[in-house]
């Protein structure tokens, strides 16, 4: 069974580089069976979808956040990365790397809280401030 381990920092500065790990275990990061994707989840709102990546490294991102995000693995740590550059704190939140077979599960869940997504990690809690 597969499982997800984000890790980073938990305080950033404004106008900083966020940096986030998601360990996979119990699987591997290059099955053609999961997207990955990052979600996030600002503190007293709704879920946020970041963007994914594939099974073959393709990525895509919300148009919001496409200018200053970079999602990328390493496939030899079987390991994804979230960067985030020049933070804000708006971007505190609580962080999630999430893994399904459904693409539009893992999209769709930031509008409709009941959609199932199959793997979920615990999350971290980013606070951008000064």
């Known amino acids: 069974q597969v499982q997800l381990q984000e890790s980073g920092p938990g305080l950033v500065k404004p106008s900083q580089t966020l940096s986030l790990i998601c360990t996979v275990s119990?699987?591997?990061?290059?099955?053609?069976?999961?997207?990955w994707s990052w979600i996030r989840q600002p503190p007293g709102k709704g879920l946020e979808w970041i963007g994914y990546?594939?099974?073959?490294?393709?990525?895509y991102y919300s148009p919001s956040l496409k200018s200053r995000t970079s999602i990328s693995r390493d496939t030899s740590k079987n390991t994804g990365y979230l960067q985030m550059n020049n933070l804000k704190p708006d971007d505190t939140a609580v962080y999630y790397c999430?893994?399904?077979?459904?693409?539009?599960?893992?999209?769709?869940?930031?509008?409709?809280?009941?959609?199932?997504?199959?793997?979920w990690g615990q999350g971290t809690l980013v606070t951008v401030s000064s």
């Open positions: 999430a893994a399904d077979p459904k693409l539009h599960n893992l999209v769709v869940v930031t509008t409709d809280k009941d959609t199932y997504v199959e793997v």
């Open positions: 119990g699987g591997s990061i290059t099955t053609n069976y999961y997207y």
């Open positions: 990546i594939t099974y073959s490294g393709n990525t």
